[in-house]
């Protein structure tokens, strides 16, 4: 079976350091697959080449049959509006809109109509335990809660994969969990690949398979094995 996203030979420099030094990598659709490794080991710069936000210097990125790499930015960002979701570490939420107006944007920036993308926002965060917070803006809500309501802008338009880069970091390990169960549970029910960097083995044991990056290149695959 051809992987969901095929990266081959992937090269990256920031002037002088070379993030990236010839990654392959092969993951099928619906693998949760975690990334780990030391701090500037190039782990960032490899999901946002797999994810169309950075160009590879050389090499390819394939995703569900579109060579991602090769494509121009205007078409690289309507790629990641409509197929790819995004979590960071913290500040992503726009800090003037309610909770639920953040979860709407996606779906705005699609042509959905504000009832509509209404809905469909306070659907996620009722899934996501959040309806209370609703109509709090990002400055009242916990870490938790605010990376929870990132989750939920990140599914809301039902991409085929989610990016996350550390998405429980900033957390404690009480709220890091109950972010993680909840996103991990989404994502196994609507069948979405998740590519996920993480520093914590605990987080990473939730992944069907763990890639090392050292120094820009893997350093160990499958722990547990493609299916
Ligand atoms: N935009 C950039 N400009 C210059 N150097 C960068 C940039 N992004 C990453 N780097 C460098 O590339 C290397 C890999 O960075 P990164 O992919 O962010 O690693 P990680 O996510 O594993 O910490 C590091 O040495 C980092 O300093
Ligand atoms: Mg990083």
Known sequence: MTAFIQA?????SFGTTDALRGIDLDIHRGEVIAVMGPSGSGKSSLLHCLAGVLVPDSGTVIVDGVTVSALNEARRSALRLTEFGFVFQFGQLLPDLTAVDNVTIPLLLGGMKRKQALKEAHGW????GLEAAAARLPGELSGGEAQRVAIARALVAHPSV???????GSLDSLAAENVLTAMLELVRQAGTTLVMITHDPRTAAYADREIIVRDGQLAATDRVGIS
């Open 8 to 12: 081959r030979g992937l090269r990256k």
């Open 162 to 168: 989610l990016f996350a880069d550390e998405p429980t």
């Open 125 to 128: 965060l009722d899934r996501l």
